[in-house]
Nanobody
């Protein structure tokens, strides 16, 4: 099970930290990903991290502003979001890969499990 939380309403330029609590599987054995879906749009891949946390990848739209991280001891995934923009408004989902590699895909069938999302709204 995956449960994302930490979303909310913020003004442009502000920061938020999303968290995802994982349970029911050995968290450290799987690559993890954040995917977002803006209102009226399809899913967009945001960031991925390998099993150990030493290898990450971010979409060009968030590079330099967002940072993905994980704590395997706590079975937790994080997304630190800085300098938020209105175009970052979306529901953010934490997503479990099938194995230890990530694919930078936004397709639902490329992932094993999608958790419940958390809404981030960036507006002045």
């Amino acid at each position: 099970q995956l449960q994302a939380f930490g979303g909310g309403l913020v003004q442009p330029g502000e920061s938020l930290r999303l968290s995802c609590a994982a349970s029911g599987f050995t968290f450290g054995d799987y690559a993890m990903t954040w995917i977002r879906q803006a209102p009226g749009k399809g899913p967009e891949w945001v960031s991925s991290i390998n099993t150990g946390g030493g290898l990450t990848s971010h979409a060009a739209s968030v590079l330099g502003r967002f940072t993905i991280s994980r704590d395997n001891a706590m079975s937790a995934l994080y997304l630190q979001m800085n300098d938020l923009k209105p175009e970052d408004t979306a529901v953010y989902y934490c997503v479990k890969s099938f194995g230890k590699y990530y694919s930078r895909s936004s397709l639902r069938e490329d992932y094993d499990y999608w958790g419940q999302g958390t809404l981030v709204t960036v507006s002045s």
